[in-house]
Structures are given as structure tokens and as C-alpha cells.
């Protein structure tokens, strides 16, 4: 793959908000908690990093572009949930009907919640690889990678 990039990616919703801290006003963003020994501004500089350099790599699940859309549309941004739209129409992936007891039996394996066993059923049915700030991922299987560890 170009760009030394060898992996396709499930971009966890986490991530893309951070990519938004900019746009959202002050009362927002103290909803963002960055991970451990890193500040906000780091998180979002390799947020931004990792959406740039893996663009061509890179899903999201229709799960996580709703997400998004209920933040937009809470601070007003509804011409940014449009362009959004419009970049990641051929990006997004969906579960069937017939998935979600798949859904349900991952969550009890690994004590998950509905969005990150959503997440995890998605990235194993579309062979994709987790990147997420989210440590629930962790206790899986499949595991996640930061932004950074994805690129690298």
C-alpha cells in the first residue's frame, strides 16, 4: 500500500471527534478526555495526523457517523455533518439484521458495551483493523492501535 501504510482501518468514533475539537465551542470541548500522559492538543495533532496520512485506508461504521452527527447537529455544525457526508460516502460500513447476535455475544465475551461490540463485529465482518483511543478494545482478541501505532 502506498505510503508504507498495510492495513485498512475501523476508525472508532473517538478519533473523529477529537478531529473536530477545533470546530466545536468551548463548552464542548471539555467533554474530550485525551488519553493518559498526552494533552489535548497532542492527541489532536496525531488525530489529525493519522485521518491525513491513512485517508485511503480508513472506514467508519454508520454507527460512529451518526455518533457524529448528533454532535454536530448539538453545537449547530450542520454544514460540517454535510461535508462529512459527502467525504465519507464510500467509507462507511454497516452491520446486517443478522449480525447483532453476533453483537450481543461479543459484548458478553468480552464485557463490552453496544457501541464497542457494534465496533469490534464490524471490524471482523469487513477484516479491518481498530484504531481507537478507547481501551475497552484492549480486553478483545483483535485488540486496537492509537492513530500513532497505526501509522508506524
Known sequence: MAGGIESVFLVNANV????LLNYLPEHERFKFRPPTNKTAEEVWQ???????EAWEHLFITD????????????VGKHDLLIKFAEQLKDKIVRLDSGDFRHVVEVAQRFGLNFDDAYQYVAAEKHDLVIVSFDPDFDRTDIGRLTPDQALK
Open 16 to 19: 473523529w471527534c477529537w478531529s
Open 46 to 52: 496525531e488525530t489529525t495526523e493519522f485521518l491525513m
Open 63 to 74: 454507527f460512529s457517523f451518526h455518533s457524529l452527527g448528533i454532535i454536530l447537529f448539538r
